[in-house]
């Protein structure tokens, strides 16, 4: 479906906790899929101590290759 394809859902599972969030994009706007898994990312994150989210965006940047 076509909503489908203007989300995005970030998982993070640690241990026994899972942190899950999504993105959606308005029908009206552009779907950049990167920019969808920053937000999602950020959402899922959002509860984790500040060093384990800057180990959790190091990781994806160098996945990335650097790119932002």
């Not at 993070?12 to 993105?23: D, P």
């Not at 898994?37 to 940047?61: C, G, V």
């Amino acid at each position: 479906s076509e909503s489908r394809k203007r989300q995005c859902t970030c998982v993070i599972e640690k241990l026994t906790v899972r942190y899950q969030a999504e993105a959606y994009c308005h029908p009206k706007d552009n779907f950049c899929k990167n920019t969808a898994r920053k937000i999602s990312m950020a959402r899922a994150l959002q509860n984790l101590p500040r060093e384990e989210r800057t180990a959790f965006w190091d990781a994806y940047h160098a996945l990335r290759h650097g790119k932002y």
